[in-house]
């Protein structure tokens, strides 16, 4: 996995071009279902694809926080939400709710998530590929390729069933 994660950004930027232009030309005109199809394609890439062998997300990203996801998680920690803000999060430049610092301190050695049944909402949609509309996220979906392998097969597939 290691090697993997190793030559992903560099896979992901000698595809960020072609994938640029088949991301335009997917928002101009998406198949009608897209949805579907996108969905098939992430359950198909993850059943071979389990999460615990990488959680580079959550090694290298931090998620945003809404203030529903610092309400479940403070609440789970038995701390008030402002004492989980000042002791895990900042904001960033865009005033969202962030992590101070990556990697996320609820990682553990085993790539296990500490607050996972309370994780943050954009933690349980990660990568992002099964979700309504996709194709008005494709700039989200670029990003996730440099990160994700799973997000990079995915894309990797869609071009190949989408391109015929």
């Not at 897209?34 to 062998?53: A, G, K």
């Not at 050695?109 to 607050?115: E, F, G």
């Amino acid at each position: 996995m290691q090697e993997i994660l190793d030559n992903l950004p560099d896979r992901a930027k000698d595809k960020h071009k072609e994938n640029k232009k088949f991301f335009s030309k997917l928002k101009k005109k998406p198949p009608k279902d897209l949805d579907r199809q996108m969905q098939e394609m992430h359950e198909e890439e993850f059943e071979r694809t389990n999460c615990l062998d990488c959680a580079n997300c959550c090694k290298t990203t931090g998620p945003l926080f809404t203030n529903k996801d610092i309400e479940r998680i403070s609440k789970h920690l038995k701390l008030k939400p402002q004492q989980f803000i000042d002791q895990y999060l900042k904001v960033d430049e865009e005033k969202d709710y962030v992590l101070q610092e990556v990697p996320c301190a609820f990682l553990d050695a085993d790539n296990y998530c500490l607050i996972y049944d309370v994780r943050p909402k954009a933690c349980r949609e990660y990568p992002h590929t099964d979700r309504k509309d996709f194709h008005k996220i494709s700039n989200l979906t670029l990003k996730n390729t440099a990160i994700c392998p799973a997000a990079y097969n995915i894309v990797e597939e869609m071009k190949r069933r989408l391109n015929k």
